[in-house]
């Protein structure tokens, strides 16, 4: 398998419930991004790790929890959300940071009951 | 601050029309680079071109030409002969260079813009 694939591809869950985003990219890239794409709003970056360390966080509420075990996989825990979180969360990731271009997936739409 | 301004919201065309997407930007850094992606209704933002600030040399790649004119930061984007399967929207994106200890260097997206090319 190639590029970078994202599961699930659609979630539905309940604002008490625990679920885990997850992001894998077959392309060697060392930095790894996660992104939401709202209906009304230009594309939000929310966090990026390179080589594995966070290195960027957007003020994002911590009901939104990343995790990247490793250069390869990256997973965005999520707890306690609200329905306005709900949005179309995208995963990408790049050679390097500094201005490579960013290869993403298919993305998970996610709908918060 | 970065900003990348995607002036047409939605634009929808005829099979075989030229069209051309708008993209203005602004920035205070000297180097930086410029994308184009497009997102079929599957979800997926799919890389068309980067472009660093140094290369102001016009690109085309079959159908597609890319248009930069540092002059007036614009970074347009035209598509000739459209096509059905063109139908998608389209988003401009700026990424200041890499910066030492301190920094981070962010992917701005402009809005968006939707293409609807009818048959």
């Known amino acids: 398998e190639t590029g970078v694939t994202q599961t699930p591809r659609h979630l539905v869950m309940g604002m008490t419930n625990k679920k885990s985003l997850k992001c894998e990219?077959?392309?060697?890239?060392?930095?790894?991004?996660?992104?939401?794409?709202?209906?009304?709003?230009?594309?939000?970056?929310?966090?990026?790790?390179?080589?594995?360390?966070?290195?960027?966080?957007?003020?994002?509420?911590?009901?939104?929890s990343p995790e990247c075990p490793n250069s390869s996989h990256?997973?965005?825990?999520?707890?306690?959300?609200?329905?306005?979180?709900?949005?179309?969360y995208l995963c990408a990731s790049s050679?390097?940071?500094?201005?490579?271009?960013?290869f993403f997936g298919p993305g998970t739409r996610l709908t918060v009951l | 601050a970065q900003k990348v301004t995607q002036a047409q919201t939605e634009i929808s065309v005829v099979e075989k029309?030229?069209?051309?997407?708008?993209?203005?930007?602004?920035?205070?850094?000297?180097?930086?680079?410029?994308?184009?992606?497009?997102?079929?209704?599957?979800?997926?933002?799919?890389?068309?071109?980067?472009?660093?600030?140094?290369?102001?040399?016009?690109?085309i790649s079959g159908r597609y030409s890319w248009n930069f004119q540092k002059s007036t930061s614009s970074f347009n984007f035209t598509?000739?002969?459209s096509q059905v399967v063109d139908s998608a929207v389209y988003?401009?994106?700026?990424?200041?260079?890499?910066?030492?200890?301190?920094?981070?260097?962010?992917?701005?997206?402009?809005?968006?813009?939707k293409l609807t090319v009818n048959p």
């Open chain 2, 17 to 59: 029309e030229d069209v051309t997407l708008d993209c203005v930007y602004e920035t205070r850094d000297t180097t930086y680079y410029l994308f184009w992606y497009k997102q079929p209704p599957s979800g997926e933002l799919v890389f068309l071109i980067r472009r660093n600030s140094f290369d102001e040399q016009n690109e």
């Open chain 1, 95 to 102: 050679r390097d940071r500094g201005g490579n271009e960013q």
């Open chain 2, 79 to 81: 598509i000739t002969a």
């Open chain 1, 74 to 88: 990256l997973f965005l825990h999520l707890h306690t959300l609200q329905p306005e979180d709900s949005a179309l």
């Open chain 1, 25 to 64: 990219q077959h392309l060697g890239h060392n930095a790894m991004y996660w992104y939401k794409q709202s209906a009304k709003k230009p594309l939000e970056l929310m966090f990026v790790y390179s080589l594995e360390e966070r290195v960027e966080n957007n003020s994002v509420p911590s009901r939104f």
């Open chain 2, 91 to 113: 988003f401009c994106a700026l990424s200041e260079a890499y910066l030492t200890q301190g920094g981070s260097e962010k992917l701005v997206f402009g809005k968006g813009m």
